[in-house]
């Protein structure tokens, strides 16, 4: 079969589409024929050695598949071969063949097809996880989100629509406002242009209840210091590439919270509350209650470009790797 390999740490560019062997099944696992494999930040920090994980060279990276399982190991009771399936594999997906532990492989309904599933599930569960479990989000309440038009930021503008709240998107572009704007943002700010903290103070109620921010850099103490009394800054990522060091009296004076979100941590250590999430996220998405925006559709070959994309900013919703 055919991959997308990093035999060395660093840049996109130096990745290679080869022929490598299928991958050999152990007992828990599942062997997936890949259909699609959403692109995700994550993956540019794997080929970097920037990221938590780190997979033995070489890998392929690509953490989130939809396809068809072709087989199953010996302990694996939860789906069976040719079961359309998606999977948050971690790495492994921008590949013709990736072999899952079954506890990241959910069935997909019939209404949902490959291309929505790879790009809607790893987004929305984090995004999910963060407004639910960490945040406790209620009807009424607003929430900003920093990196609004990218994939788990456009995540978090739909979901907090769809839970009740006043939902702000900021971002760098006029096109990724418009697009979250298209998804259901109530208010708009350019953060490349504009003052952070000044624009909120211009909005209906002049601070937010909840920050998500899969970003960090400079727009994280502006967020935080836009929070109400009892607020809660979610801390979900870095892609500015500096982690914020917050003010502790700012958090002290507002009787807020910083919390973090740690979506695959939660999936490993609360597998039945993830189960659960995941359930009402494929009912949402069958029904079409949420759904992702698809920038571009790479092939194999074009899998490094994808990723280089992202790092670019260039994306907006998300890019999706076709393998079939
Ligand atoms: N905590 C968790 O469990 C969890 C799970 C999944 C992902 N994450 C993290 O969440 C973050 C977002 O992931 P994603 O897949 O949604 O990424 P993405 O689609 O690339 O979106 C990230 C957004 O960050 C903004 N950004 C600001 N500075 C940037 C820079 N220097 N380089 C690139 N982007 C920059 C961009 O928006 P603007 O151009 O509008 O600023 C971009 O749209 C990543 O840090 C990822 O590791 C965390």
New binding site residues.
């Given amino acids: 079969m055919k991959a997308l390999l990093c035999r060395t740490f660093g840049l996109p560019a130096t990745l290679e589409v080869a022929e490598v062997p299928q991958p050999q099944l152990q007992a828990d696992e599942v062997l997936i024929k890949v259909s699609c494999c959403g692109v995700?930040?994550?993956d540019t920090?794997l080929i970097q050695n920037k990221y938590q994980y780190k997979p033995a060279l070489p890998f392929s990276p690509g953490g989130e598949v939809a396809g068809t399982v072709v087989a199953v190991g010996d302990q694996v009771t939860s789906v069976q071969p040719g079961t359309r399936v998606v999977a948050l594999c971690g790495w492994g997906g921008f590949a013709h063949y990736a072999a899952v532990n079954s506890s990241r492989v959910f069935a997909l309904p019939p209404a949902i097809d490959f291309q929505n599933a790879a790009t809607t599930f790893?987004?929305f569960a984090?995004a999910y996880h963060a407004l639910k479990d960490r945040a406790q989000l209620k009807p009424g309440e607003t929430l900003l989100v920093l990196?609004a038009?990218?994939?788990?930021?456009l995540a978090t503008v739909v979901l907090g629509k769809l839970m009740g709240a006043t939902v702000i998107a900021a971002?760098?572009?006029h096109d990724?406002l418009a697009l979250c704007k298209k998804k259901g943002a109530d208010f708009l700010i350019n953060y490349s242009t504009h003052d952070l903290k000044e624009a909120i103070k211009e909005t209906k109620k002049g601070g937010v209840d909840v920050v998500f921010d899969?970003?960090g850099g400079l727009y994280a103490e502006a967020a935080l210091r836009t929070l109400i009394w009892r607020g809660r800054h979610l801390v979900?990522?870095?892609?500015?590439?500096t982690v914020p060091a917050f003010a502790a009296n700012v958090a002290l004076l507002k009787g807020a919270s910083i919390v973090g979100?740690?979506?695959?941590g939660f999936a490993q250590k609360e597998p039945a509350r993830n189960a659960e999430n995941m359930h009402e996220l494929m009912q949402w998405s069958a029904t079409g209650k949420i759904n992702q925006a698809i920038y571009k559709t790479y092939s194999l070959e074009q899998a490094a470009q994808a990723l280089q994309d992202?790092?670019d900013?260039k994306?907006l919703g998300k890019a999706v790797v076709q393998l079939d």
Wanted: hydrophobic share 40%; aromatic share 16%.
């Fill in positions: 995700n930040f994550p920090l790893y987004n984090t990196g038009a990218g994939g788990v930021g971002a760098s572009t990724k899969p970003v979900v990522g870095f892609t500015s590439g979100v740690f979506y695959s992202l790092i900013r994306v």
